[in-house]
Every structure is written in structure tokens, then in C-alpha cells.
């Protein structure tokens, strides 16, 4: 209780006042300012909210049911050469069928019979076997290529690093022997400008 009451003596009436005019002011601020969502949207111009407006959609032909898939032209209705896009269509279709009649199983017996009828089983298993030798064939020449260019690239770089040592020493040295130099050029000028 002792607490309580400490407490409530350390607050200050003008802490409590501040407090409460902040409060306030968002309040208000939120309470009062521009209109919120729940407004009706602006309209253009001076209309009221309840006259029809414009449709873009209108300015454009749209595809009006046909048929088919989807009961739609495949065609774009803007396109002006329908009737080419619907011969290349036409003459796809044909070819498709064309190929389901030349190499088309309409049964599982014929299929059976086309497959016996095919490449022997025994030779099938020798290209399967050539395919798989010469696949790991090419895998060894690759392997074999790839070591080899790594190696090659091995030396170059060693070879490479070693001119640089060479040169980094040689350009060392000659740094070495340019500072001794100026040094004792230094060291004469110094003990002349003593003397004089």
C-alpha cells in the first residue's frame, strides 16, 4: 500500500494532462480528418453514382461462341487472315492423322505383333550394349581430356608463379640497392651541411 501511494504522489498533474491532450489529438486527428474507405468513391466529374459507365471492352470485337474445345475461336477475332490460320490448323490435324495411320496400334495384339516384328530381342540387347560402351567410351575420352588440360594448366600456372618470384626478388633487390644509395647520399649531404 505504501508502494501504491508513493507511486501515486511521484505523478505529476502535468505528466497526466499531456498524456491526456496527446491522446486527444490522435483521436480527433483520426476521428476527423480526410474521408476514410468507407466513403463512396469519386466520381468523374459531377456524375452521380448511379449512371452507367463507360465499357472499353466494347471498342474491340470479341469472340463470340463457335464450337469446339472451349466453344471459342482459336483465332484472335482482331486477326485479319482467319482463314490461313485455320488452313494451317486444318492441314496440322491432317498430318497428325496421316501419322497415327502409318505407324497408329489400334490393339494390344498388334502391338504385340508390331514389336515382334520389329528389331530382334537379341539385337536390341547388342545396341543397348554398344549405346551404353560407346556412352562410357566418350565419358573416358572426356575424363581423360579434362585431366590432361588440368595438368597442362598446372604447369602453366607454376611456371608462371616462378617468373614472378624471379621478378619480385630482382625488383626487391634493386629497391634494396636504391635506398642503400640514397641513404648514403643522405648521410654525405648531412655530414656536409655540418661542416659547413
Request: hydrophobic content about 30%; proline content about 6%; glycine content about 10%.
Amino acid at each position: 500500500m505504501k508502494k501504491a501511494m508513493n507511486w501515486l504522489k511521484n505523478i505529476r498533474p502535468l505528466k497526466v494532462v499531456t498524456v491526456f491532450l496527446a491522446g486527444m489529438f490522435l483521436f480527433m486527428a483520426q476521428a476527423c480528418g480526410a474521408p476514410g474507405i468507407a466513403t463512396q468513391p469519386p466520381q468523374p466529374g459531377d456524375q452521380a453514382p448511379n449512371v452507367e459507365r463507360y465499357d472499353a471492352t466494347k471498342d474491340y470485337p470479341l469472340n463470340s461462341p463457335t464450337g469446339g474445345i472451349n466453344n471459342f475461336s482459336d483465332v484472335d477475332p482482331r486477326a485479319t487472315d482467319e482463314k490461313a490460320a485455320n488452313d494451317k490448323a486444318e492441314a496440322l490435324v491432317k498430318n497428325a492423322q496421316k501419322n497415327i495411320d502409318q505407324k497408329g496400334v489400334n490393339s494390344p495384339g498388334e502391338y504385340i505383333r508390331n514389336f515382334k516384328e520389329g528389331t530382334p530381342l537379341g539385337q536390341r540387347g547388342r545396341n543397348l550394349g554398344e549405346d551404353i560402351g560407346s556412352s562410357a567410351e566418350e565419358l573416358g575420352k572426356g575424363l581423360v581430356k579434362g585431366t590432361q588440360r588440368g595438368i597442362e594448366n598446372i604447369k602453366g600456372n607454376t611456371q608462371n608463379a616462378a617468373e614472378d618470384v624471379t621478378t619480385n626478388v630482382q625488383r626487391g633487390a634493386e629497391d634494396a640497392g636504391k635506398n642503400v644509395k640514397r641513404t648514403a647520399e643522405d648521410a654525405g649531404k648531412a655530414v656536409k651541411n655540418t661542416v659547413d
